[in-house]
Nanobody, 125 residues
Framework: QTQLVQSGGGVVQPGGSLRLSCAAS????????VGWFRQAPGKEREGISC????????TYLRSARGRFAISRDSATNTVHLQMNNLTPEDTGVYYC??????????????????WGQGTQVTVSS
């Protein structure tokens, strides 16, 4: 069964950190383009960061640059999103997604064929 299973969300105070994980089963995640997205209440889903099969990555979300980092562990077939210095504006449901494609990143949700179940991140004092 091909699926992405997410873990690592929760409640954190402003300035805190969280690491989200996205574990793949049924396929090798290092042969796919993997993206992280988030959706705040009442807003559209937006792309945060992306990693291609070669290991190259791009951070689309300007507010995430310098704070969020995408990484991959081929041994555990998992992609992570390390989030530091979190602010209340980072609150939302975070999703990982994957697509078998050329060595290209996509920031549009419609480009992805496999999705994790989503995990809530709440930044609040």
């Amino acid at each position: 069964q091909t699926q992405l299973v997410q873990s690592g969300g929760g409640v954190v105070q402003p300035g805190g950190s969280l690491r989200l994980s996205c574990a793949a089963s049924g396929f090798r995640i290092d042969t796919y383009t993997v993206g992280w997205f988030r959706q705040a209440p009442g807003k559209e889903r937006e792309g945060i960061s992306c990693m291609v099969r070669s290991g190259g990555s791009t951070t689309y979300l300007r507010s995430a640059r310098g704070r969020f980092a995408i990484s991959r562990d081929s041994a555990t077939n998992t992609v992570h999103l390390q989030m530091n210095n979190l602010t209340p504006e980072d609150t939302g449901v975070y999703y990982c997604a994957a697509v078998l494609t050329a060595n290209v990143c996509h920031d549009r949700p419609g480009r992805y064929s496999h999705w994790g179940q989503g995990t809530q991140v709440t930044v609040s004092s």
